[in-house]
């Protein structure tokens, strides 16, 4: 069933529902068959470049919404940091260390319901384009619920793509938040693409979602033409609701992972937060069960694993990281 599945993805064909729902539901015994054969697919239809992406926490905490993983809402006591947006110099350091360590692209990313016009927006723009123009790699940015003009602008500064996570499955997302809507995501990824922007989207594993919710959530992701994908999973912080979740096991994961890759077999999927807590020293094996990217370096809120770490890994993979595409 594996590998007749993997063969007609790699002859043009999409696999159905049902048929992603059978191979998340494998046994770990032939866990490693679908990561093989994931792999497969990744080699037919990329190459062997890992897209390497860092971010930097721009505006921290005193967010507004009650997304219940979130260590930035106002509604818990987590003790996350809080600060106003950072000055243009700051961020700009960031994404010239990010490059010296081989980033494709950086990300401004931004706490709170969204970034209103004016003073706070433009100076966002004026970063993004000093870093484009004179660092020399891709710009990305993730600012909430943002307008038509705001896309604009951004398209206009040359971002390469915009960030907006659906988090999980539609038939799930009641039950992370209710101070915003699916649809309200859905509609910020819309006018991103009116304005000729590319999306960046993916979510949390974790969260308490079924297997059946994934793949609910990768086919949710293909509809809207998503081809950036980044798979977090939960790192429970203490005072938020989800702070004593269970955590998924490596082998779950990594179905889950590979399953994408069956679904989305054209996509960029990259492992993000929580990896370094939740595989452990089964990190490589997403990078040999389907995905093509990586986020280094530290998170909004929490710690990230060590560059070299992250070199050595890609080294011993014989993986080459991807360069900027500008």
């Known amino acids: 069933m594996i590998i007749e599945y993997a063969k007609k993805v790699m002859s043009g064909q ?40 860092a971010i930097i926490n721009g505006r921290s905490g005193k967010c507004s919404e009650n997304c219940r993983f979130c260590a930035q809402s106002i509604h818990y006591d987590t003790g996350a940091t809080t600060h106003k947006l950072l000055d243009s110099d700051t961020i700009i350091n960031a994404a010239r260390k990010a490059k010296a360590l081989e980033a494709a692209r950086f990300s401004i990313v931004t706490s709170g319901r969204s970034v209103s016009e004016g003073e706070e927006f433009n100076q966002i723009l004026t970063t993004l384009q000093h870093i484009k123009n004179d660092i020399k790699i891709e710009t990305c940015c993730s600012l909430g619920l943002i307008n038509l003009t705001q896309a604009k602008a951004l398209k206009t500064v040359g971002i390469s793509r915009y960030h907006a996570n659906i988090e999980t499955a539609p038939s799930y997302f009641p039950q992370i938040c209710t101070t915003h809507t699916f649809t309200d995501k859905v509609s910020v990824i819309h006018i991103a693409q009116k304005a000729g922007l590319r999306l960046c989207s993916g979510g949390i594993f974790g969260l308490g979602e079924t297997r059946s919710q994934r ?13 950036s994908i980044p798979l977090n999973i939960l790192n429970p912080i203490i005072g938020t609701p989800f702070e004593n979740n269970s955590p998924l096991d490596p082998w779950e994961i990594l179905r889950a992972f590979a399953v994408f890759r069956f679904i989305l077999p054209y996509a960029l999927i990259r492992t993000a937060g929580g990896r370094e807590i939740n595989l452990r020293s089964m990190q490589a094996y997403a990078l040999t069960g389907g995905l093509n990217g990586l986020m280094i370096g530290d998170y909004l809120t929490t710690k990230g694993r060590t560059i070299s770490e992250d070199q050595q890994m890609l080294r011993d993979l014989n993986r080459r990281t991807a360069a900027p595409h500008l």
């Open 215 to 227: 793949i609910e959530m990768a086919f949710t992701l293909k509809s809207l033409g998503i081809d």
């Open 14 to 53: 999409d696999i159905t529902p049902q048929e992603g729902n059978e191979l998340i539901s494998v046994t770990d015994e032939d866990t490693p068959l679908l990561l093989a054969m994931a792999d497969k697919i990744r080699q037919h239809f990329a190459n062997n470049e890992v897209d390497c992406c």
